[in-house]
């Protein structure tokens, strides 16, 4: 599903890609994604998941063992790296140790021959883009992690790419660094306009710039959504593990009547779900801990099940509680401290865990 | 209290027993190079008693027809291997490390055969060669080095090797990537980022395939005829019958040579660096 205003074509479109390695490792299987002109778009899975190996194939450093890949409406497949119409900023920065600022950004200008009369301007706006004016006559060895990043990204901005691919490029970073450049590289793709497509295997770091995220495991392509969809809305059991924390409970399938399906739930009993349509099969059932909340008393109006407090795990904004039930069945709930009343009082004891039934996932992969 | 003290990393030159040692081993490694070289000055035939300060013998050694010429000899031969082996081993260290192939790790373990075959046998082995393929004896200089210069290629260029595959092997494969993907094809990328990586390789290994060439006396012995002398197979024959300061004097020389060669390529190296 491409959302595209203007009705353009999709600037990336992967078909059916697989690759496997020699040796038998299948790296990637059957991928088939199509990316709007001027989205940011992340590609999320745990390390080993094939999302690398993806972008890769995308630069042209790999090629698919199957499918195609068409970037801006060619066909990639026999186009070699430095004739693609997109950049790269690389998980290392790789930004050329022998060379200045200055000249890291002209390089690709310079490289492609042709006329190299605005070449100094042109490297002056890049860097003045990234916040690095007047940085130009350094050296690499004199910058610091999130310069050097700075450095990697004017770089491939300056050539004005249709696609710029980013690898990892926070990891390096300290935690205070990575959230500053979260923002910063948001703010950098709505002034530049180009479509960001960026591997991480952090899903906040996905959820808080992506437009849209695609989620990769073993090599499967397991949801392509936006970040709203992706957090309230896992299609699998393993996105719904994967993207934030969930409390996943199995049960068999009582049958779906008037807009109501019915679980019989392992260790907590019949669950009464809305749903839309018809479903069949077994399937699971996943609560956002945030999504439950904490009782003295048993509440009316929702699902209510009495457990006891195992453990409390205090975190600043929030308390993270775990609970089980006597049969077994463990809760993970996490709780706002909206003051420091709150904060200061913690639940003990037995205690009633509750949700509204529509905060309540039905997964059936 | 402060001799008390246990000595911090940088303490351990006041120790006694370190400066002697230190300056022992300095004795030993340049004791008879400095004897060498203040005997060259020494007017007297014999290298026993000093009898005052002369150039006399440099003058000799430069009228020294025969010796000039296997200084030529040597320094042409070393240039010349120099180059070739640089060249040669950069090329084979670039294989071994990009590439995989069949046999590669026989090809790796025969590539460095050179350097621990013992020298006498790489030198019958050379003699026997040339001599079996007819080897023209008879050609008008430079081209009659060529089998000492062949024979200096391929005892150098494996030096050459190890050292830049050394240095490649800390090299980022990102680095390469990241010029091909900012528009560089295969040559540039090779030009403008794995050469400046490994220049100082390339200038390290360059130095030790001349020192190698300058000073070889075995292989050279059995490569070399009549009419290709090179400077330590000369200095050789002079020193069967005496060794006079003329010995020293060119000796000297060669010395002053290989170090004024030596910081002119630091030098460039440094320059290459902070620029």
């Known amino acids: 599903m491409v959302r595209d205003p203007h009705g353009r074509p999709p600037i990336i479109s992967i078909n059916g890609v697989s690759k496997s390695f020699p040796g038998g490792v299948q790296a990637l299987a059957d991928i088939s994604i199509e990316v709007a002109e001027g989205e940011f778009f992340a590609l999320l899975g745990p390390s080993g998941c094939g999302k690398t190996t993806l972008l890769r194939i995308l630069a042209g450093f790999e090629t698919p063992s199957k499918g195609d890949v068409f970037i801006d409406g060619r066909n990639m497949s026999r186009v070699a790296p430095n004739h693609r119409p997109v950049n790269m900023v690389f998980q290392s920065y790789a930004v050329f140790p022998h060379m200045t600022v200055a000249e890291n950004v002209a390089y690709g200008l310079k490289v492609g021959g042709g006329d190299r009369s605005g070449i100094p301007a042109r490297v002056e706006e890049a860097l003045e883009l990234v916040r690095l004016a007047g940085y130009g006559d350094r050296s690499p060895q004199q910058l610091s992690g999130g310069q050097t990043q700075r450095v990697a990204l004017a770089r491939a901005l300056v050539k004005k790419p249709r696609v710029l691919l980013l690898d990892e490029p926070l990891s390096a970073l300290d935690a205070k660094l990575r959230e500053a450049m979260q923002l910063e590289l948001v703010r950098l793709q709505e002034t530049v306009g180009i479509t960001f497509v960026i591997v991480t295997h952090d899903q906040n770091e996905a959820l808080s710039m992506a437009d849209r995220i695609a989620v990769i495991e073993q090599g499967r392509l397991l949801q392509v ?131 509204h039934p529509a905060d309540t996932l039905i997964l059936r992969d | 209290m402060s001799r008390r003290a246990p000595p911090g990393p940088l303490d351990y030159g006041r120790r006694l027993w370190l400066r002697f040692s230190l300056w022992a081993t300095f004795l030993f490694l340049y004791a008879p190079i400095l004897m060498l070289v203040a005997f060259s000055f020494n007017d007297s035939r014999r290298n026993i008693v000093w009898r005052g300060f002369t150039l006399k013998y440099y003058e000799k050694a430069w009228n020294n027809d025969s010796l000039i010429e296997a200084f030529t000899n040597s320094l042409t031969i070393a240039l010349v291997s120099t180059v070739a082996s640089v060249i040669l081993g950069m090329m084979t260290a670039v294989l071994l490390w990009r590439f995989r192939f069949p046999g590669k790790a026989p090809y790796e373990g025969a590539m460095s055969l050179p350097i621990i075959i013992p020298e006498i046998c790489m030198g019958v082995a050379m003699m026997a060669f040339f001599a079996r393929i007819g080897w023209p004896a008879n ?39 990241a010029a091909r ?95």
């Not at chain 1, 956002?288 to 699902?303: A, C, I, S, T, V």
């Not at chain 2, 240095?167 to 990102?174: G, K, S, V």
Request: contains cysteine.
């Open chain 2, 181 to 275: 993907d900012l528009g560089a094809s295969q040559w540039q990328s090779f030009r403008d980022v794995l050469l400046p990586y490994m220049r100082p390789g390339l200038v390290a290994g360059g130095l030790l395939a001349f020192t190698l060439s300058l000073d070889d006396f075995v292989i050279t012995f059995f490569t070399s005829g009549p009419e290709t002398v090179t400077f330590p197979v000369k200095v050789y024959s002079m020193i069967r019958f005496s060794v006079t300061p003329e010995v020293n004097a060119a000796s000297t020389v060669l010395i002053a040579i290989t170090l004024f060669l030596t910081t002119i390529a630091l030098w460039l190296q440094n320059r290459a660096q902070s620029s």
């Open chain 1, 225 to 355: 959504a936006s970040p709203l969809e992706l957090y309230e809305y896992p299609t699998s059991r393993f996105v719904a593990d994967f993207i934030g924390k969930m409390n996943l409970f199995e049960g068999t399938n009582l049958g779906c009547a008037g807009g109501v399906l019915s679980v019989n739930v392992n260790g907590l009993g019949r669950m009464d779900i809305p749903c839309e349509d018809n479903i069949e099969g077994d399937v699971g059932l996943a609560v956002r801990p945030e999504k439950m909340l904490l009782y003295d008393h048993r509440p009316d109006d929702r699902l209510a099940y009495e457990a006891i407090v195992d453990k409390i795990a205090y975190q600043g904004s929030e308390t993270r509680v775990f609970l089980s039930t006597g049969d077994g069945i463990n809760f993970e709930v996490s709780v706002r401290n909206a003051s420091r009343r709150a904060a200061a009082e913690s639940a003990s004891g037995s205690v009633w865990v509750a949700w």
């Open chain 2, 139 to 177: 050609l008008p200089w430079p081209l009659n080095l060529g089998a000492i210069t062949i024979a200096h290629i391929s005892f150098s260029f494996p030096f050459v090797a190890m050292v830049v595959r050394a240095r490649l092997a800390r090299f980022n494969p990102e680095l390469e990537e």
